[in-house]
């Protein structure tokens, strides 16, 4: 994720993210970026669902899924402004 997960960490950084959550949400949009083995730039809704049917079919806790939510949120609104 090289440049785009800096580009996040910044983001998160300046709107005052947790200490605790920037490394949280940065490791949610990594592992999404693994998962698929692409950069989050070049995917979409499609994915995310996808990716997140997965974690829920795979036994995830809800609460570890609901970070993923709102890492994945962030990443797109505000990261990649889509």
Avoid: W
């Amino acid at each position: 994720m090289g440049e785009l997960a800096d580009r996040m960490r910044q983001d998160l950084i300046l709107r005052n993210y947790s200490p605790k959550t920037v490394p949280q949400y940065l490791a949610c949009a990594r592992k999404f970026a693994a998962f698929y083995h692409r950069s989050p730039a070049e995917m979409g809704e499609t994915e995310v669902r996808a990716y997140l049917q997965h974690l829920l079919e795979d036994g995830r806790i809800a609460n570890s899924v609901r970070v993923t939510v709102a890492a994945l949120k962030f990443l797109y609104r505000k990261t990649l402004d889509r």
